[in-house]
T-cell receptor, first 113, second 113 residues
Framework: NAGVTQTPKFRVLKTGQSMTLLCAQD?????MYWYRQDPGMGLRLIHY???????AKGEVPDGYNVSRLKKQNFLLGLESAAPSQTSVYFC????????????FGPGTRLTVT | DQQVKQNSPSLSVQEGRISILNCDYT??????FLWYKKYPAEGPTFLIS?????DKNEDGRFTVFLNKSAKHLSLHIVPSQPGDSAVYFC????????????FGTGTSLTVIP
């Protein structure tokens, strides 16, 4: 039981490049989330999904797209990376019933130069 | 606008003493609250939660108190141990309006041996 895994762990991009971050969970959770963590800002929600085939915008969705084609996977895409997207990205998942605790992955550190 | 606030960026406590971490929120629709603990280079891990129908929840050394009228919650750790040194985030959600969780900016706790 691996919990929540994220690929890759580190990445450096040049401005304008694209990439996809992969999140996978093996707990059969319905809900999945993508957050970014910046110094002094806490965790901010980018997009989330309440089930396979569904996605919704969070607090800071601009510049990102997501897809949830399979229940266990949640992909975060950057079509044209900008330096402002330099951050640590966390994926999380949870059940649909209480307690509503989220299980987080180890994070992806992304630098855009 | 930050809906969940942790006004103390850092806190130092002697081993064996009580640690009290505070969190304030502005949205009266929030009815579920969680605390997470985060070590460097790892994802946050769930500590304890409380729903708005309660004003206290305990789990071992951890107790969360909720004061709905003041829109304030606190996490008490007794006794504090050096392994508790980490960043603590509080989070809140409104079950009626969606599945988003709003995080505070975190408090870095240092427990001095």
């Amino acid at each position: 039981n691996a919990g929540v895994t994220q690929t890759p762990k580190f990445r450096v991009l040049k401005t304008g490049q694209s990439m996809t971050l992969l999140c996978a969970q093996d707990m059969n959770h319905e809900y999945m989330y993508w957050y970014r963590q910046d110094p002094g800002m806490g965790l901010r929600l980018i997009h989330y999904s309440v089930g396979e085939g569904t996605t919704a915008k969070g607090e800071v969705p601009d510049g990102y797209n997501v897809s949830r084609l399979k229940k266990q996977n949640f992909l975060l895409g950057l079509e044209s990376a900008a330096p402002s997207q330099t951050s640590v990205y966390f994926c999380a998942s949870r059940r649909s019933i209480e307690p509503y605790e989220q299980y987080f992955g180890p994070g992806t550190r992304l630098t855009v130069t | 606008d930050q809906q969940v606030k942790q006004n103390s960026p850092s806190l130092s406590v002697q081993e064996g003493r009580i640690s009290i971490l505070n969190c304030d929120y502005t949205n009266s629709m929030f009815d579920y609250f969680l605390w997470y603990k985060k070590y460097p280079a790892e994802g946050p891990t769930f500590l304890i939660s409380i729903s708005s129908i309660k004003d206290k929840n305990e789990d071992g050394r951890f107790t969360v108190f909720l004061n709905k009228s003041a829109k304030h919650l606190s996490l008490h750790i007794v006794p504090s141990q050096p392994g508790d040194s980490a960043v603590y985030f509080c989070a809140a959600s409104a079950s009626r309006t969606g599945n988003q969780f709003y995080f505070g900016t975190g408090t870095s706790l240092t427990v001095i041996p």
